[in-house]
């Protein structure tokens, strides 16, 4: 299990930026109330923000596993998918 990130805060004035890249080997999952092989997966997150100084606000537009590929994380949980979101902050 290993996770990939490259980011900085300000690549040009008032946009920054963040990427991560997040992969699992496959392994066996046993409990009692199911067992199994939990595939490998690799996913790839990532978010650019803005800042609005004359406001003093940022906006974030991102995502949680941008590609969408779906994957479960131990034997009989439900397959994750993307997550995409914009959010707001004020005053910060």
Do not use: C, H
Not at 3 to 18: D, P, Q, T, W
Not at 30 to 36: H, I, L, P, R, V
């Amino acid at each position: 299990r290993y996770n990939l990130a490259l980011g900085n805060r300000e690549v040009i004035k008032n946009v920054g930026f963040n990427v991560s890249y997040r992969w699992q080997d496959s392994f066996y999952w046993n409990s009692s109330f199911a067992s199994g092989d939990v595939p490998q997966f690799g996913t790839v997150d990532a978010q650019i923000n803005l800042k609005i100084p004359s406001v003093k606000s940022m906006i974030k537009i991102g995502a949680s596993n941008l590609l969408n590929r779906y994957y479960i994380t131990s034997y009989g949980n439900p397959e994750m998918g993307g997550m995409y979101y914009v959010g707001f902050t004020f005053n910060q």
